[in-house]
């Protein structure tokens, strides 16, 4: 007997066809919501900036993977200078080359110091502090 003839077993694959697609939507809704979750979280860390004046020591500059990385240590941290498409910044290496140690600059920042995926609070600008003294360097 041929397919089109039973349209009993036609139906039976219809429905077992519309649960697996149901299925499908049901996995990927959440993948979807994990995704968007991941967003809100990337963003509530990496969007907000902040400020401080800190006393730049040393500074180093290397290249990983064909980038090069701006290092900036300070006597209670070490912090990056990197572009950044979230904040629309593309003059790292113009920023880094501004910057002379040891100093005291007055900072902005955005993002965590993650040691485990090699990641620092990246520097959005520096100025310098004048007739600050720079203290804390060895």
């Keep these: 007997m041929s397919f089109s003839t039973h349209p009993n077993r036609r139906r ?13 939507i049901c996995e990927f809704k959440y993948i979807v919501i994990g995704v968007l979750i991941l967003l809100v979280v990337g963003f509530a860390v990496y969007w907000p ?4 004046t800190v006393t ?8 990983k993977n064909g980038d090069n990385q701006y290092r900036l240590d300070t006597p209670t941290a070490t912090y990056e200078i990197s572009d950044s498409d979230l904040h629309l910044r593309y003059d ?13 600059y007055k900072i902005e920042y955005y993002g965590l110091r993650l040691s485990f995926f090699s990641e620092f ?5 520096a100025t310098p502090v004048p ?6 360097c060895k």
């Design 12 to 24: 039976s694959i219809v429905r077992e066809l519309a649960t697996m697609v149901w299925e499908l």
């Design 49 to 52: 900036t902040h400020t401080a």
């Design 56 to 63: 730049i020591c040393d500074k180093q500059a290397t290249a």
């Design 92 to 104: 790292s290496a113009d920023l880094y080359r501004k910057i002379h140690t040891p100093g005291v």
């Design 121 to 125: 609070k990246n520097i959005l600008s």
């Design 131 to 136: 007739n600050a003294k720079p203290t804390g």
